[in-house]
């Protein structure tokens, strides 16, 4: 695996990381990325976590600062409820499709709605959680925008 610093780097892009890295070693970062707490620490990442049935189970300090949410009214709640009504059914038949075709990683842009009614754009990355040494059983997703 290539190695980076990202310390003390601004704006950087997941993207950018992505492109350095390359599709596996990047999986590979993703991977050591979730269970570090330096989740919290990401000024510029929108970051969650949610199983497989799409049920937040995490969400970082960026993500709960642009929603507006606490962590309370997002845990446990399916992600659907912040992204914008006429955008749920071609985000949930993105990631059906997704789920289904076991990809290990896919790239959609859609529009969510913070708590105060605020529309914004994300672009998000989603890495396909695997149950540990069984890659048929998805344990969940995690989510960079």
Same mark, same amino acid.
């Given at each position: 695996?290539?190695?980076?610093?990202?310390?003390?780097?601004?704006?950087?892009?997941?993207?950018?990381?992505?492109?350095?890295?390359? @599709?596996? #070693? $990047? /999986?590979?970062?993703?991977?050591?990325?979730?269970?570090?707490?330096?989740? *919290?620490? +990401? @000024?510029? #990442? $929108? /970051?969650?976590?949610?199983?497989?049935?799409?049920?937040?189970?995490?969400? *970082?300090? +960026?993500?709960?600062?642009?929603?507006?949410?606490?962590?309370?009214?997002?845990?446990?709640?399916?992600?659907?409820?912040?992204?914008?009504?006429?955008?749920?059914?071609?985000?949930?038949?993105?990631?059906?499709?997704?789920?289904?075709?076991?990809?290990?990683?896919?790239?959609?842009?859609?529009?969510?709605?913070?708590?105060?009614?605020?529309?914004?754009?994300?672009?998000?990355?989603?890495?396909?959680?695997y149950e540990v040494g069984n890659k048929n059983r998805i344990k969940g997703f995690l989510a960079l925008a």
């Amino acid at each position: 695996m290539k190695v980076i610093n990202l310390r003390g780097i601004k704006g950087y892009k997941i993207s950018d990381i992505e492109k350095t890295l390359g @599709k596996t #070693d $990047f /999986i590979k970062f993703v991977k050591w990325l979730r269970g570090q707490t330096i989740m *919290n620490y +990401q @000024k510029e #990442d $929108f /970051i969650y976590q949610c199983d497989a049935s799409g049920n937040f189970v995490f969400l *970082n300090d +960026q993500a709960l600062s642009r929603t507006g949410y606490d962590k309370e009214e997002l845990i446990g709640n399916n992600t659907s409820i912040i992204v914008s009504p006429k955008f749920r059914e071609d985000v949930a038949e993105f990631y059906r499709y997704h789920f289904l075709q076991r990809q290990d990683s896919s790239y959609h842009e859609f529009p969510i709605i913070t708590k105060s009614g605020e529309h914004i754009w994300l672009g998000q990355h989603v890495t396909t959680l695997y149950e540990v040494g069984n890659k048929n059983r998805i344990k969940g997703f995690l989510a960079l925008a």
